[in-house]
């Protein structure tokens, strides 16, 4: 198991910005490639950005790119995703999610967070 707790979600407005967390326990959190993910009610659960091990390597979903940044802190077992100029339609359940997999093999993805709500007003 890695526990994964994800944090930052809240209630912004159109063209703000959101930092989310997540943060493992459990086992090497450096060894795992890290994914974010959303999911609105009654939708598939959509990829959003994803890390690889070290940190070398990012890639992004074409609806965030140049608006999303994701990072990664090994030494403090965090992933993060910077969400920038957020619109209506990012508004989501954000997941985190660990894999020991490349970081785009998407149905690898083996351990996730409970989630997080992100809501943008228009």
């Known amino acids: 198991q890695v526990p994964l707790v994800e944090s930052g979600g809240g209630l912004v407005q159109a063209g703000d910005s959101l930092r989310l967390s997540c943060t493992a326990s459990g086992r090497t959190f450096s060894s795992y490639a890290m994914g974010w993910f959303r999911q609105a009610p009654g939708k598939e659960r959509e990829f959003v950005a994803a890390?690889?091990?070290?940190?070398?390597?990012?890639y992004y979903a074409d609806s965030v790119k140049g608006r999303f940044t994701i990072s990664r802190d090994n030494a403090k077992d965090t992933v993060y995703l910077l969400m920038n100029s957020l619109q209506p339609a990012d508004t989501d359940v954000y997941y985190c999610?660990?894999?020991?997999?490349?970081?785009?093999?998407?149905?690898?993805?083996?351990?996730w967070g409970q989630g997080t709500q992100v809501t943008v007003s228009s």
């Open positions: 999610a660990a894999s020991r997999f490349p970081p785009l093999e998407v149905s690898e993805y083996g351990y």
């Open positions: 890390i690889s091990w070290s940190g070398g390597s990012t």
